[in-house]
């Protein structure tokens, strides 16, 4: 059985304090340095409507997503605090399971250096 295509904006890209182009590159490039345990309120509660979000998934599910969201996944399935912990490459496939409460890599995608960070 094929479930509704639907849109689901808490697993989208991370909210930016700016909207300016260039600057929410600046944005992005200082914050991808830290550790999620070293960013504000805001984005961690971000971070933990995304990991949810997953979690709550009980049905073969295909997600399209940014960069961000996927390092949040593959960071709370390998238990890695780093912002970026992970390169994926633009149109790349990773596969995570739930395995009872945690998330579980089956299958990283292929990755690249971004053009961002």
């Known amino acids: 059985q094929i479930a509704d295509i639907t849109r689901a904006a808490r697993v989208g890209e991370?909210?930016?304090?700016v909207e300016?182009?260039?600057e929410r590159g600046l944005w992005l490039r200082r914050i991808a340095t830290?550790?999620?345990s070293a960013?504000?309120?805001?984005?961690q509660e971000w971070r933990a409507r995304v990991?949810?979000?997953l979690a709550a998934i009980t049905v073969d599910s295909v997600l399209f997503t940014h960069f961000v969201p996927i390092n949040v996944?593959?960071?709370?399935?390998r238990g890695d605090d780093r912002f970026v912990c992970f390169q994926p490459d633009n149109g790349s496939c990773t596969v995570i399971e739930r395995a009872g409460n945690r998330l579980r890599i089956v299958e990283a995608g292929a990755e690249a250096p971004t053009r961002v960070l």
């Open 14 to 17: 991370i909210p930016s304090p």
């Open 20 to 22: 300016d182009l260039k």
């Open 34 to 36: 830290l550790t999620w």
């Open 39 to 43: 960013v504000d309120g805001p984005l």
């Open 51 to 53: 990991i949810a979000t």
């Open 73 to 77: 996944a593959v960071g709370h399935a």
